[in-house]
């Protein structure tokens, strides 16, 4: 079973929102701290953004910060991200991932990913 499938990947014209979901399957997926990471092909993936197991530490990237938002719901073991007024930058795969520790407020020691999600922007 794979630990963490996301979904609402989609193609959308600049300006325009998605909400992405990453479902986890760990038994104790309340645990683990999460983020979204994306992904362009031939370039390094970036951290977008971050939660703790709680729910009420987010933090962002500086190129999605007041677009996008992280939340997490535990009782459905859920992870979304919302991004709004998405431009082409904001084209990648975009992968969740599940953290076990979390340090100087983000989340650390990925030891779960997604298999991604694609995300594409029309100017």
């Known amino acids: 079973q794979v630990p963490l499938v996301e979904s609402g990947g989609a193609s959308v014209q600049a300006g325009g929102s998605l909400r992405l979901s990453c479902a986890a399957s760990?038994?104790?997926?309340?645990?683990?701290?999460l983020a979204w990471f994306r992904q362009v092909l031939g370039k390094e993936r970036e951290g977008v953004a971050g939660?703790?197991?709680?729910?009420?530490?987010?933090y962002y990237a500086d190129s999605v910060k007041g677009r996008f938002t992280i939340s997490r719901d535990n009782a459905k073991n859920t992870v979304y991200l919302q991004m709004n007024n998405l431009g082409p930058e904001d084209a990648a795969m975009y992968y969740c991932?599940?953290?076990?520790?979390?340090?100087?407020?983000?989340?650390?020691?990925?030891?779960?990913w997604g298999q991604g999600t694609q995300v594409t922007v029309s100017s």
């Open positions: 939660i703790n197991t709680g729910g009420d530490r987010p």
């Open positions: 991932a599940a953290g076990n520790y979390w340090y100087a407020g983000t989340c650390k020691g990925y030891v779960y």
């Open positions: 760990m038994y104790d997926a309340r645990n683990y701290c």
